[in-house]
C-alpha cells in the first residue's frame, strides 16, 4: 500500500466550527493576499552581499550609507482626515503589520520625517497642515493618501476643499484611491523607500 503526498498548504480556521473561509498561512498567505514573491529580491542588497562575500567588508559614500538607514526608519506623523485613516491604521496592524519594514506612527512632527495626509483636506485645516509640516526635520516626506488628498476626489468642486494636498506641501508619492487599501499605501511606501534610495536628500 503506497503512501502518497500532496502539497498543500498550511491553512488557518481548518479546525474551528463556523471559522471565517480557510486562508493559507505564512509565506503562502503573503504570495497569495500581498502579491509576495519570496523569488524577487532588491539589487541593492544583492550587491552589497556580493561585496560582502568577495572582500568581506563593503566600501560606500557616507551618503549611500545615511540614505540606506533612512529607508529602514521612516517614523511617520499621523495626519489622518477623513475615511483614508482607516485604511491608514489598518495599515500599522498584524495583518500588514508595517513595521516589518522599519516605519513607526510617531504622535510628534519633531520626531518624524514622513507625513501620510490621509483623507479631505479643507481650507481651514490646510494652515494646520502646512504647521505640522514645517515642525517637522529636514529631510521629511510626503505622502498623499487617496483621491481626496490627490486632487480633492469627490469634493473637487466644493467651496471648501483645498483641490490637493500638494498646492500645500510638496508630495513625494501619491497613492490612488477611494479610499485605498491598506495594500496600496504599503505599496506607496516601498515606492518612496526605493525614491529616498535613488534621488537622495532633497532640500525643499
Same mark, same amino acid.
Given at each position: 500500500?503506497g503512501?502518497t503526498?500532496?502539497?498543500?498548504?498550511?491553512?488557518?480556521?481548518?479546525?474551528?466550527?463556523?471559522?471565517?473561509?480557510?486562508?493559507?498561512?505564512g509565506?503562502?498567505?503573503?504570495? &497569495?493576499?500581498?502579491?509576495?514573491?519570496?523569488?524577487?529580491h532588491?539589487?541593492?542588497?544583492?550587491?552589497?552581499?556580493?561585496?560582502?562575500?568577495e572582500?568581506?567588508?563593503?566600501?560606500?559614500?557616507?551618503?549611500?550609507?545615511?540614505?540606506?538607514?533612512?529607508? $529602514?526608519?521612516?517614523?511617520? =506623523?499621523?495626519? $489622518?482626515?477623513?475615511?483614508?485613516?482607516?485604511? &491608514?491604521?489598518?495599515?500599522?496592524?498584524?495583518?500588514?503589520?508595517?513595521?516589518?519594514? $522599519? =516605519?513607526?506612527?510617531?504622535?510628534?512632527?519633531?520626531?518624524?520625517?514622513? =507625513?501620510?495626509?490621509?483623507?479631505?483636506?479643507?481650507?481651514?485645516?490646510?494652515?494646520?497642515?502646512?504647521?505640522?509640516?514645517?515642525? =517637522?526635520p529636514?529631510?521629511?516626506?510626503?505622502?498623499?493618501?487617496?483621491?481626496?488628498?490627490?486632487?480633492?476626489?469627490y469634493?473637487?468642486?466644493?467651496?471648501?476643499?483645498?483641490?490637493?494636498?500638494d498646492?500645500v506641501?510638496?508630495?513625494?508619492?501619491?497613492v490612488?484611491?477611494?479610499p485605498?487599501?491598506?495594500?496600496?499605501?504599503?505599496?506607496?511606501?516601498?515606492?518612496?523607500?526605493?525614491?529616498?534610495?535613488?534621488? $537622495?536628500?532633497?532640500?525643499r
Amino acid at each position: 500500500m503506497g503512501v502518497t503526498t500532496t502539497n498543500t498548504l498550511p491553512l488557518i480556521g481548518a479546525g474551528n466550527q463556523g471559522a471565517s473561509p480557510l486562508v493559507p498561512a505564512g509565506s503562502a498567505a503573503r504570495s &497569495m493576499v500581498e502579491g509576495y514573491d519570496p523569488k524577487v529580491h532588491d539589487k541593492f542588497f544583492e550587491a552589497v552581499n556580493v561585496e560582502l562575500a568577495e572582500r568581506g567588508f563593503l566600501v560606500a559614500g557616507a551618503e549611500d550609507v545615511i540614505n540606506w538607514a533612512r529607508t $529602514g526608519s521612516l517614523m511617520w =506623523m499621523t495626519f $489622518g482626515l477623513a475615511c483614508c485613516a482607516v485604511e &491608514m491604521i489598518q495599515m500599522s496592524m498584524p495583518r500588514f503589520d508595517v513595521e516589518r519594514f $522599519g =516605519m513607526a506612527p510617531r504622535a510628534s512632527p519633531r520626531q518624524s520625517d514622513l =507625513m501620510i495626509v490621509a483623507g479631505t483636506l479643507t481650507n481651514k485645516m490646510a494652515p494646520a497642515l502646512r504647521k505640522v509640516y514645517d515642525q =517637522m526635520p529636514d529631510p521629511r516626506y510626503v505622502v498623499s493618501m487617496g483621491s481626496c488628498a490627490n486632487g480633492g476626489g469627490y469634493y473637487h468642486y466644493s467651496y471648501s476643499v483645498v483641490r490637493g494636498c500638494d498646492r500645500v506641501v510638496p508630495v513625494d508619492v501619491y497613492v490612488p484611491g477611494c479610499p485605498p487599501t491598506a495594500e496600496a499605501l504599503l505599496y506607496g511606501l516601498l515606492q518612496l523607500q526605493k525614491k529616498i534610495r535613488r534621488t $537622495g536628500t532633497i532640500d525643499r
